[in-house]
């Protein structure tokens, strides 16, 4: 899937929000754990959001090598070192994105993890 440049491409919109939307050959994507893993520690939460990602970056016929930025939203800082070092195993080397992360409380208190990224389309 890919938008061209005069295009704004909403992908599954819902009533208040889209799944993802490409504008200007740009990806913009937030992920979130699946219901199915919010029992999971930040190691399965993380490896579970990073998996939803990897699977909207194939749909947009693109992939983790083409992020730009990333922004990591944590509501428990001790979780930082156990999600840093899934994120370093799943990014890999010479393709790292612009990266933030913020300690905040985020919406569904189950959420260990929430994952906003930027990627170039291929």
Not at 34 to 45: F, K, M, R, S, Y
Not at 75 to 86: L, Q, R, T
Not at 95 to 113: D, F
Request: one cysteine or more; a negative charge; hydrophobic letters at 45%.
């Amino acid at each position: 899937m890919k938008g061209n440049a005069t295009t704004l491409q909403r992908i599954d919109a819902g009533a208040c929000m889209s799944d993802a939307v490409i504008h200007h050959q740009t990806l913009y994507y937030t992920s979130v754990t699946a219901d199915a893993a919010l029992n999971e520690d930040i190691t399965g939460q993380t490896r579970n959001a990073l998996a939803a990602m990897d699977a909207m970056l194939a749909r947009c016929n693109t992939d983790k090598r083409r992020l730009v930025d990333a922004t990591i939203f944590l509501p428990d800082a001790a979780d930082f070192a156990a999600m840093n070092e899934v994120w370093d195993n799943w990014v890999g080397a010479g393709s790292v994105p612009v990266r933030c992360t913020v300690q905040g409380g985020l919406m569904n208190p189950h959420y260990k993890i929430e994952i906003e990224i930027v990627a170039a389309l291929s």
